[in-house]
């Protein structure tokens, strides 16, 4: 198990700095970040100057190495906006995302787990019609209209919660809610099908045969038996939720490390968003470590070595 772990983070942080190598290339794709670090009214030889003092006068690959060395050191660069170390922006902002990103998986699998175990056990009834109906609403509609509808109705009509910002309870409930909208449409869909599959085995049937209730036999045999691909669906939104949180904070001026993103690529501060995105990789890829411990933990069948 330890050997096991060991390589997985081994192999997190190379897929972290292969992220961060990738988006280094896009970056200098989109054009001279130079324009946007000196005045309006600078001169040629002026703008040249900022150029070659921050590197951006050698060959792409020059500074991709360059670069490299210096996240060896844990040197992400200074902002060019803020004039301060990237890292330190980034995981100043990480702490708002995180906290939006747990609320609305929660808010989710409130949501979506019971609203599948009632699809899956009452099938083709009007529950079930109603369920899969709402899922399909939630997959399909885009997390920035709802999160403009919601703020429309419930903040500037009915003025139940604020427009945006970060403070109390209020607050996250619009944003999570818009986040979680997506997942939970999709978490209902797979708890559904996944215990569709177990309840015809052969010991379901035994359960049922020796007596046990169906919420017994649903909630002991049926959902662990099917938590398994849940788990996997799991892990996965959650790194959407993350991902998806660039739109959502944005929307509601939620001060997280996705608006820091935004912002970030409209003023082309590219140490920021490397460090954004380094520090995202890594999140997502210690994620997908843990939902693959938590594997052994639901089925014992499962071994690391």
């Known amino acids: ?32 970040p130079t324009t946007m670090m000196v005045d309006t009214m600078a001169t040629l ?33 200074d902002s060019f906006r803020y004039g301060r170390p990237a890292f330190g922006l980034v995981a100043e902002r990480l702490p708002a995302t995180m906290e939006l990103a747990t609320f609305s998986l929660v808010l989710a699998l409130l949501v979506a787990v019971p609203a599948g175990v009632i699809s899956a056990t009452r099938r083709n009834s009007v529950e079930d019609q109603a369920v899969m109906v709402a899922a399909l609403f939630g997959q399909t509609m885009p997390s920035f209209w709802l999160g403009i509808m919601l703020i429309m109705i419930f903040s500037v009509h009915l003025h139940w919660f604020p427009t945006g910002g970060r403070g109390t309870l209020l607050h996250i409930i619009l944003p999570a809610v818009t986040l979680a909208a997506f997942s939970a449409a999709r ?37 662990r038996n099917a938590a398994i691909p849940v788990l996997t669906m799991i892990g996965l939104q959650l790194g959407y939720l993350l991902a998806g949180s660039v739109i959502t904070e944005t929307v509601f001026a939620w001060p997280g490390l ?48």
């Open 258 to 305: 996705g608006r820091l993103m935004v912002q970030s690529i409209t003023n082309r501060d590219y140490p920021v968003i490397q460090a954004a995105v380094f520090m995202m990789a890594l999140v997502v890829a210690g994620i997908n470590i843990a939902v693959d411990m938590v594997y052994a933990y639901i089925d014992p069948r499962i071994r690391y070595s």
């Open 45 to 77: 030889e002026q703008v040249e100057e900022v150029r070659r003092a921050n590197g951006f006068d050698r060959p792409i690959y020059v500074q991709l190495g360059i670069y490299l060395a210096k996240v060896v050191r844990g040197d992400f660069g």
């Open 1 to 32: 198990m330890v050997s096991y772990l060991l390589r997985r983070l081994l192999f997190a942080l190379m897929v972290a700095v292969g992220a961060v190598v990738v988006m280094f290339c896009l970056l200098r794709l989109t054009g001279d």
């Open 187 to 223: 978490i209902a869909r797979l708890v559904r099908s996944a215990l569709l599959d177990v309840m015809g085995m052969d010991y379901i049937r035994t359960a049922r045969g020796k007596g046990l209730s169906e919420k017994v036999v649903i909630n002991r045999h049926g959902l």
